[in-house]
Structures are given as C-alpha cells and as structure tokens.
C-alpha cells in the first residue's frame, strides 16, 4: 500500500512538473507583423457590366418583302449606309412621276415668265390692254404655285421612298439582325441593333453608404470576368442621383482610358473605385484587427507578452486598414491573425 502511495505521488509530480515546465518555457506560437507607415487607396468596390453611350434599334418604317440585306450580326457599318431595303417598285414610280412633273412645271413656268415680260414690253408699246397684261401676270404666278407644289409631292415621295430603307445613323458594329431576305416586316418593325464601341461604358451599382464619396473624374481600375488575368484604368464618367429603393445602389458609369478591342456589352465587371489617396498613414493589415461589437483590438507583442491596445479605423483597401487612433508606433509586432483564443497578458512565442 505504501509503495502504491509513493508510485501515485510521483506521477502527480511529474505532472505538476510537466505543467509547470509548460506555462514557463512552453507558448504558443503566434504570427506576427509589423505596424508601418505608408501610403493607401481608399477604394468603394462595385459591380456592374458593360453597356454603351451610343445604341440604336433601327426598325423598317414602311414594312414589306426585304429585298436587300447589306450587313449581319457582328459587322461593322459606316454612318450612311443603307443595312436594308424593302420591295420599294411602287415608291420609285411616284418618285419618277414626281420628276416628271416637276420638270413639266419648270418648263410650264419659263413659259408664261417669257410670256410675262413679252406682255409688259406690249403694253409699254400700247399694243395689248391692261387686263391682258394682268392675266399673264395672273398665269405666271399660277405657274409658280404649281412648281412649289411639284416640288412639294417630289419631297413626299422621296421621305416615301426613303422609309424602304435602313440606313445606320452613326459608324458602329451591329449586335442584332432580326431580318432576311424575302421575310415580309410589318410597318415599324425592328431590323437591327447596333452600337458604337467607342462610346462604351461600364455601369456601376454602387452601394448607398459610398455614393457620397464617388465624385467625376476619380480613377478606377475595372477587372472582367472574361479577362481575368487584366486589370483596367479608368475613371468615374458620369454619376446618376437617384437611389434604387430596393438594392439600395446607385448608378455609376466609368470610362475606360484603354478599353480590349473585344469587350462585349452585357459583360459582367468589378469596379474599384479610388475615392481618396492617403499618403503616410499608419497601417496594420486588415488581419490583425479583431473587430468587437464594442471597440476594434491590435495585440501587441512585447518581451513575448500579448498586450491590447484599443485602435480606431480610418480608410481601407481591402487588404491594409489605416489606424487613426490609439498608442501604435511604426515597428511595433503585433499579432498578424488573432484568434478567439488570444487574451490579453498572455505570453506566446512568435512563429518563424
């Protein structure tokens, strides 16, 4: 019984033992960085996709059997150029009857003009009477009411003519062909879309608690899904002041200093928004804040001892926060990513 006795109380000293060795020379290892100064972006994060400033939708006016197609999904049009023509057989005969007459009214007008100055020359002679001269006054103004309108119905069926075609109404590339030839369009319908790829934007949502921050002219860097080994400069075009009730975003559209040469309207985009430059700042990695419903932590480390120390946040970049307040110094280690299990007056060991 004895011999069990001391058997017991040895392992318990080696317990206490072991303990004792471990809170003394045994801690646990923490990552650890440094407080340093330096420069920062302060940056509002939006999505959007890409849209353009200048889009047509060109529709057939007159409708009818398309009889001509000049471009397709994906060319590109000059500002002019006629895209389609309708069965336009009965407009081209107004137009030349149109001619005709008024090529009959220029003639029917030099006649009774000449007739006009014949007569005024007879009756300065007295050789016709005065109602006669007026007559041929009466004639030659009769004359010029028909060209005016000549001139008139030749315009009116020449606008006729012109609604059988589809015309583009800048230089541009063509993103929708909804026609083919032969198909017959009912008045006004849609023919083509197109848009102008220099006037291509990326519109932003961004969300209302940064829209005050967003001013014109501020730079971006813009990534795409469909390019995502590239980044994008850019900067803020135009601000739209108006909030959607229900995501709570604002419209912001940014213009790209260099935009691909195949970048696609509807493709998805991340916007970072440079709203501020902050130069020589105190910053500590995001990481190492631990972020409390009452204050915001750093923990120091100092002689092997963890130490709180109360911060306040300013600007952030995603990855860096700027201290605005608190007994940090430049150099300063502190804990790089605290855990729950972190306490203040703890002693640890940094990890290599």
Not at 41 to 52: C, P, R
Not at 207 to 236: I, L, T, Y
């Amino acid at each position: 019984m004895k011999k069990k006795v001391i058997v017991f109380g040895s392992l318990v000293g080696v317990l206490i033992a072991f303990v004792l060795y471990r809170s003394l020379f045994v801690h646990p290892k923490v990552g650890v960085t440094t407080v340093q100064r330096g420069n920062l972006l302060k940056v509002i994060y939006a999505t959007g996709n890409v849209t353009a400033d200048s889009t047509a939708t060109l529709r057939s006016e007159s409708g009818g059997i398309v009889t001509y197609i000049g471009t397709h999904e994906g060319m590109s049009v000059k500002r002019g150029q006629m895209l389609l023509k309708t069965d336009d057989s009965d407009d081209m005969l107004r137009v030349e009857q149109a001619k005709t007459d008024l090529r009959s009214a220029q003639v029917d007008l030099q006649d009774k003009l000449e007739n006009l100055k014949r007569m005024e020359t007879l009756y300065e002679s007295r050789s016709v009477t005065r109602k006669q001269l007026d007559d041929a006054k009466t004639q030659s103004d009769l004359a010029e009411i028909s060209l005016q309108q000549s001139k008139i119905a030749l315009k009116i069926s020449e606008e006729e003519l012109s609604k059988t075609r589809v015309t583009a109404p800048f230089s541009g590339v063509i993103i929708f062909s909804g026609a083919k030839l032969g198909d017959y369009l009912l008045p006004d319908a849609v023919c083509f879309q197109m848009i102008a790829p220099r006037s291509i934007l990326v519109e932003a949502e961004v969300d209302e608690q940064d829209f005050a921050n967003v001013k014109n002219g501020e730079k971006c860097v813009v990534a795409f899904d469909a390019f995502s080994d590239r980044r994008f400069d850019g900067f803020v075009y135009r601000i739209v002041p108006k909030t959607n009730e229900s995501t709570k975003t604002s419209k912001v559209f940014i213009k790209l200093t260099d935009p691909p040469s195949n970048l696609n309207v509807g493709m998805t985009a991340t916007v970072n928004i440079v709203a501020a430059e902050l130069h020589d700042v105190l910053l500590v990695p995001r990481t190492a804040v631990m972020q409390l419903p009452e204050s915001n932590l750093i923990y120091a480390v100092e002689g092997g001892i963890v130490r709180a120390m109360r911060v306040d946040l300013g600007a952030t970049d995603g990855k860096f926060s700027e201290i605005l307040g608190g007994n940090l110094r430049p150099g300063l280690e502190i804990v790089s990513e605290p855990g729950s299990d972190i306490r203040n007056g703890m002693r640890v060991e940094a990890a290599n």
